[in-house]
């Protein structure tokens, strides 16, 4: 079997555009890893998590006769400011970024390696990036479940790419317990997600609610929303390993639709949403989600400024975006 150099690996994910790069050994996962979480149902309907569970636990079975992992990730800070979308939103969609470099990486190494397999992809297949991430040695995962790397904090995003060829060296897994008794993150959470360290309720989590749940946010989570409409960084705010950002590069610069304040998001157009929405991973929630999020905002701080908006949402076409703009009205001042 051919034994790759690690040391030319890394140079070709580097020219790729990748931050940090790790090596691992491609060894099956603990079940126990992901099946305790799905059997306590914090994945809340997100029931694509049960599926394909061997191909999450073990990628000789997305890859035949795997051997390696290589974790790649990239840092995606590009400022402080406070805003009702998650950083990592900001910009161009993140999966379309990593996907560009994922390419650039697969040529570089069949252009330098011919014989050998690939498989790689972005965080929306069977791949277990924060594990691999971890067994290469570019971190560990926080107690708000966040993978936090020395160099960038937790502002990252993550790939892999699974080889059939064994390399010259494999990096040391992290497992130093970088919170220690800190628990600053935790007790941001202002719906109190976390029902154990480095474990997250979907149910709970802003972040999962005004994404990828497509009905009405549960009454009592509204309440918390403050300003948020996308996303959610509290938790990542507050965590010391991100005192001192990296500035990241220009692919994650942010667009337009990241100085957009929450009434406007609120009264957005159908036009204003297509000149603003589309590239980024504000698309998942899609024009009405994103409307009806902005609308929960505007009630759980109680802007009475908003008042006419919300009137003219409370006769909107979609049922979830009236439901919101009513519930947000009963609540102004």
Not at 40 to 64: C, F, S
Not at 197 to 225: H, K, W
Request: some cysteine.
């Amino acid at each position: 079997m051919e034994v790759l150099p690690k040391s030319e690996l890394a140079a070709l994910a580097k020219d790729a555009g990748f931050d940090l790069v790790g090596f691992a050994r491609a060894e099956s996962i603990p079940p126990e890893v992901l099946l305790d979480w799905l059997d306590a149902g914090y994945h809340a309907d997100l029931d694509w998590m049960r599926e394909r569970l061997e191909e999450r636990l073990d990628v000789t079975r997305l890859l035949p006769r795997a051997r390696t992992v290589i974790a790649l990730a990239c840092n995606y800070w590009h400022g402080d400011e406070k805003g009702p979308i998650a950083r990592y939103a900001r910009g161009r969609d993140y999966h379309a970024t990593m996907r560009d470099r994922l390419r650039g990486l697969r040529r570089g190494v069949r252009a330098r390696f011919p014989t050998v397999k690939d498989y790689a992809e972005v965080d929306a297949g069977a791949v277990m990036e924060k594990v691999w991430a971890t067994r290469a040695g570019l971190g560990v995962v926080g107690k708000n479940s966040c993978f936090i790397t020395p160099r960038y904090g937790s502002w990252v995003v993550l790939a892999v790419m699974v080889l059939d060829a064994e390399v010259d060296a494999y990096d040391a897994p992290a497992t130093d317990d970088v919170c220690g008794e800190c628990r600053l993150c935790l007790d941001a959470c202002p719906t109190d997600a976390f029902p154990a360290p480095r474990t997250v309720d979907a149910r709970a989590c802003l972040s999962y609610q005004t994404i990828e749940n497509e009905g009405a946010m549960p009454p009592a989570l509204r309440e918390a929303m403050g300003h948020l409409v996308f996303g959610c960084d509290l938790c990542q705010d507050v965590c010391p390993h991100n005192a001192t950002p990296v500035k990241a590069q220009a692919r994650f610069v942010p667009r337009e639709v990241a100085t957009v304040p929450v009434r406007r998001l609120a009264a957005m157009t159908r036009d204003e949403y297509q000149q603003w929405v589309p590239g980024t991973a504000l698309a998942r929630a899609g024009y009405d989600g994103l409307r009806r999020n902005a609308a929960y905002a505007l009630g759980a701080v109680r802007d009475g400024g908003a008042r006419e908006v919300l009137l003219r949402l409370a006769s909107d076409h979609s049922d979830v975006v009236r439901e919101a703009a009513r519930w947000a009205l009963e609540r102004l001042p």
